[in-house]
């Protein structure tokens, strides 16, 4: 199956050094990355297939995608063209997240689903505003949408329902779903002010572009809009979550959770009360006895109840694109395998 790679930042390029460290799996589900499109820094093509670890050389030289030479790699000068007239079999999706309108990825999932591929994204902004017109369509035109990336990174959340809890219905969701956050208030904990804490989350290149889109909570209100429809059917968006952010929390308020036994988290919360679902994202002191209340640093999680088997609980130490990658991958292989 081919690859159509959209977007080469900080996601698109752990995708190809993983599609490069896993070249066996990758070889053996005959899947090859065939294009690679940017928005600045060139988009290039190779219907035989791209060496991702000479176009990872040549980026690291260059800064350039279109700096690959190699047999049979053309140099494109249009994304869409790619996008629209190109052959590929999935797209993976890795542009910007854009909360309020969701583009240009919603534009470019549409396109490709328009021509009957398959898409994976992990894109959190376009998946939370447009997830039933983007489902809908994929599902009218007979394509895969798959979306594991977009929520707890690395970790399988949607696979594991899907395919781990067939017949079950989630009843409560709770979720460390932001990183950037609950690694400020872990080092915050540790002593340092807001402003040291935010400063070392964006030295380690893991918030989104704008910190404030994590910090101020829309981050993990979209990925909690993302599971709300996925895993529990309801029709909610971003509008109608209560979402409260961390950028006003001291060291006093962490030093308050502490005293009462807990931990200061930013949790997000979707509760399910007859016919209404109600979706939350605030900062809250966990008990030393929540599951999550452990997850520290960059690590996130999530705590599902279940109608037939209680409470299940996932977690990652990570949520990174290294992890995020892993998801794009894992989607990916599912694909080729029907
Ligand atoms: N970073 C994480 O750990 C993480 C975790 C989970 C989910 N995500 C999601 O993953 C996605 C990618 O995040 P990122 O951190 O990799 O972003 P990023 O570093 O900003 O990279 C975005 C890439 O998209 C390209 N791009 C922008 N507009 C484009 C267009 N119209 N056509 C083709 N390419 C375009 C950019 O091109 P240029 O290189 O020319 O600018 C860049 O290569 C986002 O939706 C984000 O919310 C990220």
Redesign the pocket.
């Known amino acids: 199956m081919k690859v159509l790679l959209?977007?080469?930042?900080?996601?698109?390029r752990a995708f190809c050094e993983l599609l490069g460290r896993k070249r066996d799996v990758v070889e053996s589900a005959s899947i090859s990355l065939v294009g690679v499109?940017?928005?600045?820094?060139g988009c290039v093509f190779n219907s035989h297939g791209i060496d991702v670890d000479r176009l990872l050389q040549w980026e690291a030289l260059t800064g350039r995608i279109d700096a690959l030479e190699s047999e049979g790699t053309l140099v494109i000068s249009d994304?869409n063209e790619m996008l629209e007239d190109l052959d590929y079999d999935i797209l993976v999706e890795?542009?910007?997240?854009d909360f309020e309108i969701g583009e240009?990825?919603r534009s470019?999932i549409k396109k490709a689903i328009k021509r009957g591929k398959h898409v994976v994204t992990?894109?959190?902004?376009a998946m939370s505003l447009h997830f039933d017109e983007l489902t809908r369509e994929s599902l009218e035109i007979g394509v895969k949408l798959l979306y594991e990336?977009?929520v707890l990174?690395g970790t399988p959340l949607f696979s594991l329902v899907r395919q781990g809890l067939p017949g079950c219905c989630i009843r409560r969701f709770e979720g460390i779903l932001n990183g950037t956050c609950n690694f400020v208030l872990t080092v915050m904990g540790m002593g340092s002010t807001f402003d040291e804490a935010l400063l070392e989350a964006q030295r380690r290149g893991?918030s989104?572009?704008n910190p404030w889109v994590d910090i101020d909570g829309l981050e993990a209100a979209a990925k909690t809009v993302i599971v709300a429809r996925s895993l529990m059917s309801a029709n909610v968006d971003l509008k109608q979550a209560s979402i409260k952010g961390i950028r006003n929390i001291t060291a006093q308020n962490i030093e308050e959770a502490k005293r009462r036994g807990g931990k200061l988290k930013l949790l997000s919360r979707i509760e399910a009360n007859s016919n209404e679902i109600h979706i939350s994202v605030s900062p809250e002191i966990l008990s030393l006895n929540h599951p999550l209340a452990h997850l520290e640093g960059f690590s996130i999680g999530a705590l599902l109840l279940t109608d037939v088997i209680g409470e299940i609980c996932i977690s990652g130490s990570g949520?990174?694109?290294k992890e995020?990658s892993y998801s794009l991958l894992k989607d990916v292989l599912s694909l080729r395998e029907g």
């Open positions: 959209f977007g080469c930042g900080r996601v698109g499109a940017t928005r600045s820094r994304a890795c542009t910007p997240s240009p990825a470019i992990a894109n959190t902004g990336a977009t990174s893991l989104e572009q949520s990174g694109p995020t």
